[in-house]
């Protein structure tokens, strides 16, 4: 397959991410949506390496993964602790920054 | 030494001793504050002695001397400098101004003694000395313009001393706006100057004038008369002198010292500086010789109908200064300095005296309430005498020859100015009726209850202490006269100075007896010999036919007033009714108050209101609120992007990737 | 044979992607994105990316997954009410098809040649372990170390999120 096919589903994916996040309420489900677009990134990341012939695109991608990681942790922490003050997850109701 | 450097002294003795006082009022005991005050006017002095001498010792020709410390003002084609330029001319006011001050503040050692206020006093008078003293020994005419406003300003500070008496500050204010009309105008005439001749320096000024201006032109006469605005508001003359009788609203020594001696003579010092510039500008010398005469009248005849005697004294002092007006623009210029000199002598005798006789009446400056104050308190009524002498230009006093000499030159320069002398001699005649009617109110008769208790009990009367014209209550305390009231008889400051005075009034007008001695114009001959009309002398046989008109007016002046008001004292009373028209007329200062209020004073408060409701409100106000509140809607708008949901901001986000996306992707196609 | 992998795979991963947008239970969201992470491995095999697979597998998958699944077990779920944003269920797609559309067309409209192709031809070793380690090692060290300075920091932070507080009672 081309390379092109791998770019055009990763921007696929990256605008369905986008989409997730513009359409969903429930933080969790954001919180997944920005892993889908990660993971789109990650794949055009991976794709365009193979296209150039060296690994350092999949090193990148590796430390997107671990940036994900990292990202997913203090995310659902966020989560917990909101949860823990019986506030609503609700990214609608959640509204102290507005100015 | 230098006289240049003399004159710096000069200057700066009473500016220390202001400074000194004003700096150490809380520590300083009052006696001592009153001290310095004296030493410092008594050196500057003695520094006018040194700069005399000095002068003397040179040849006359070369008795003029510039001398500046630093440059004030440089910049686009002016050159201003601290500078101060010592001739006859200053070296005379100096003395005069140095010598007069000096027992102004002795008398006011003794007079202002139970007063809160006694240091701020000294401070005032010592600082005014001061920028008088800057003032005639100005070089430049910047430097003048400095002295003029903080003339000004010591006149406001020193007449609204009382500050806490109503009448007192509205004067002080009064006089103190008067004076920025005057101000305004010799502003003006310095700009015109500087733009004309190209510099305010006095030596190139008057170098220059003569070639830059044409006799009679337009501008050299706009100068002249906006100087003359100067002049006149500063000297009291019509019609800026409404200020001049509310001035005396300030205690006795400011009205001596500042309102008969010193502040009002600027005018006349002016004048006579700037004589060149008046010789080119003939019409403008005309026009100042006319008011000088007017005043002279108009002010004679409201002085016979006041009943207030500071009042009196004050409209005698706008009276006199219009001859010495009239002297130096008509070309007197030696003769309107004498009487100057001779004026400020009698006349703050006379403002001394009648502040005794006030002490004596509890404040109370009624003459209609005064009498019998000869037996009473002698030395002040001798004193009294020798000053409204003086005054009345009676034979042999030193008024008599000042006088006179002036009316001399009037005749002797001819045409219309031979009519001036005439009017002249009629204000002479009024000036002796309505002196002297002062005197035989106060002074003979039986003695008024104030009197009484004097020559009874030996203690002043006490009345309440209150307001001389309103009559409302006063307390003892700081903004307010004293408790106790002094007089000269039981002051020795007080007597002493006025002793001294005294002697200067009779005997003062020796310097210059015609065809005996010639000691005053022969000093001041130099400063005005350029001038064309210097060379107009009357001659000796002229002179004593002069004075011997005048004393024949003097003393049928005198008669007559003891005729009305000894012999026959019913008859002013009938005059009164009889010439009612013309004595509501007098006794109302001829309406000038009421008529500036209706010209100036109303329009000007009207415009004011106008301002207030209309601009303000809506211009200024409307555009800054317009302001503020665009503003805020503007923040109100990009407040609402900031609503608080999060995903509206990821919206926002994801929309402006895509719009620029679209944008480099159309831009690169 | 390639083909029918990509496209299997593909397929996978856009219906897991999907399915996590559209389903209202946030536990079938996670579970729809464990089928596009597994998916996703696959298409990375395919690119010759052997070592990056399995991290995707392990870490991914195994790891960040799970978490997410305690987190929702713990949590609950359900999608909450009260839409209050005029016009976003509107501009939503609206923007992502744009964005799709726009992304497409940047990178296939570009002047690279390459794209069209299948990549170079590489050797078997390459993706491998021993390549991607070396390259760690060497060339991206430091990447490396401030990767896990980053793990340490999410630690910290989610120790810290998650602990007792004074006014906590539970």
């Known amino acids: 397959m081309n390379i092109e096919w791998y770019i055009v589903l990763s921007s696929l994916l990256f605008a369905t991410g986008a989409a997730g996040i513009l359409l969903r309420r429930s933080p969790i489900v954001i919180l997944l949506c920005l892993e889908l677009m990660l993971n789109a990134g990650n794949l055009a990341l991976i794709a365009f390496s193979r296209m150039v012939g060296n690994e350092e695109g999949q090193i990148f991608a590796l430390v997107v993964m671990v940036v994900a990681a990292c990202e997913v942790v203090v995310g659902l922490g966020l989560i917990v602790a909101i949860f823990r003050r019986k506030l609503p997850l609700n990214v609608d109701e959640l509204r102290g920054l507005r100015g | 030494m230098s006289a240049t450097a003399w004159a710096w002294l000069v200057l700066l003795f009473p500016l220390l001793g202001s400074l000194g006082i004003a700096l150490g009022f809380r520590v300083l005991p009052a006696r001592l504050c009153g001290a310095i005050g004296i030493a410092a006017v008594g050196l500057a002095f003695a520094c006018g002695i040194g700069v005399l001498v000095t002068l003397l010792g040179e040849d006359a020709e070369a008795r003029h001397h510039a001398s500046s410390l630093w440059d004030y003002a440089s910049v686009a084609g002016l050159d201003i400098k601290l500078g101060i330029y010592v001739d006859p001319l200053s070296t005379f006011m100096v003395l005069v101004v140095t010598g007069v001050s000096s027992m102004i503040h002795v008398y006011s050692f003794g007079y202002m003694k139970s007063d809160q206020g006694y240091r701020r006093f000294f401070s005032y008078l010592n600082f005014f000395v001061f920028s008088m003293l800057l003032l005639v020994l100005a070089g430049n005419f910047v430097l003048l313009i400095v002295g003029w406003a903080f003339v000004g300003f010591a006149s406001y500070a020193l007449v609204s001393f009382w500050y806490r008496r109503q009448t007192a500050t509205a004067a002080g204010m009064k006089a103190f706006v008067i004076n920025v009309v005057g101000d305004i105008g010799l502003v003006l005439a310095a700009f015109l100057i500087v733009r004309e001749v190209g510099s305010l320096d006095y030596g190139t000024v008057f170098e220059r004038a003569p070639e830059t201006f044409a006799v009679g032109g337009g501008t050299i006469t706009a100068i002249c008369l906006l100087l003359l605005v100067g002049a006149f508001a500063k000297s009291a003359q019509i019609p800026f002198h409404t200020w001049l009788p509310d001035a005396m609203e300030g205690p006795t020594p400011v009205s001596s010292l500042i309102h008969a001696a010193t502040m009002v003579t600027a005018g006349v010092y002016l004048i006579a500086r700037t004589n060149v510039l008046f010789v080119l500008a003939p019409t403008a010398a005309d026009i100042a010789a006319f008011v000088g005469l007017a005043t002279l009248l108009i002010a004679g005849t409201i002085a016979i109908a006041q009943t207030d005697m500071k009042r009196v004294i004050a409209y005698s002092t706008m009276s006199q200064i219009g001859y010495m007006i009239m002297g130096v623009s008509i070309g007197a210029y030696s003769a309107g300095l004498f009487h100057l000199m001779t004026h400020a002598f009698f006349k703050a005798l006379l403002f001394m005296a009648a502040g005794s006789i006030i002490s004596a009446m509890a404040n109370m400056q009624n003459i209609d309430r005064m009498s019998g104050f000869w037996k009473a308190m002698r030395f002040t009524s001798i004193m009294l005498l020798v000053g409204g002498l003086a005054l009345a230009a009676f034979p042999g006093t030193s008024g008599f020859f000042s006088k006179d000499s002036i009316l001399a030159f009037a005749e002797a320069r001819g045409g219309m100015y031979f009519w001036m002398a005439i009017g002249g001699y009629v204000g002479a005649f009024l000036t002796a009726l309505y002196t002297f009617r002062l005197i035989f109110r106060v002074l003979p008769g039986r003695p008024c209850t104030e009197a009484q208790e004097l020559i009874e009990t030996g203690h002043l009367y006490h009345g309440p202490a209150q307001n001389p014209h309103t009559l409302e209550p006063e307390d003892p305390d700081v903004g307010f006269p004293g408790s106790e009231h002094h007089i000269a008889e039981q002051s020795r400051s007080m007597a002493f100075a006025m002793a001294v005075l005294g002697f200067g009034a009779l005997f003062a007008g020796l310097v210059q007896v015609p065809g005996v001695t010639d000691v005053l114009f022969s000093f001041l001959e130099p400063t005005f010999h350029d001038s064309p009309l210097a060379s107009i002398h009357p001659s000796v046989g002229a002179e004593w036919r002069g004075l011997a008109i005048g004393g024949v007016i003097a003393v049928l002046g005198i008669l007559v007033s003891w005729l009305l008001w000894v012999r026959q004292p019913e008859l002013p009373a009938l005059f009164r009714q009889r010439l009612r028209p013309v004595y509501l007329l007098c006794l109302n200062k001829w309406y000038f108050d009421e008529a500036i209020d209706l010209l100036v004073v109303r329009p000007v408060l009207a415009i004011g209101r106008f301002a207030n409701r209309v601009f303000e409100r809506y211009v200024v106000d409307g555009a800054v609120t317009g302001t503020e509140q665009t503003v805020r809607g503007a923040g109100g708008v990009v407040r609402a992007v900031q609503n608080g949901f999060v995903r509206s901001y990821a919206l926002l986000l994801i929309a402006g990737f895509a719009g620029l996306a679209l944008y480099f992707l159309l831009s690169s196609s | ?170």
Do not use: C
């Open chain 3, 1 to 170: 044979m390639e083909e029918v992998l990509f496209f299997g795979s593909a397929i996978g991963a856009l219906g897991g992607a999907v399915g996590v947008v559209a389903m209202r239970n946030p536990f079938y969201s996670v579970l729809a994105l464990i089928v596009h992470l597994f998916s996703l491995a696959a298409l990375f095999l395919l690119l010759s990316s052997a070592f990056l697979a399995a991290a995707q597998v392990v870490v991914y998958a195994g790891a960040v997954m799970v978490l997410y699944v305690f987190v929702v077990a713990y949590v609950g779920g359900g999608e909450p009410a009260w839409e209050p944003i005029p016009g976003q269920r509107l501009l939503a797609p609206l923007l992502a098809i744009a964005l799709f559309v726009e992304l497409s067309v940047a990178v296939l409209a570009s002047a690279l040649l390459a794209l069209g192709t299948e990549g170079p031809d590489v050797d078997p070793g390459f993706g491998n372990p021993e390549a991607v380690g070396t390259l760690l090692l060497e060339k991206f060290l430091l990447p490396f170390e401030a990767a896990s300075i980053m793990l340490l920091l999410a630690a910290i932070g989610a120790v810290v999120l998650a602990g007792k507080r004074q006014e906590d009672t539970a």
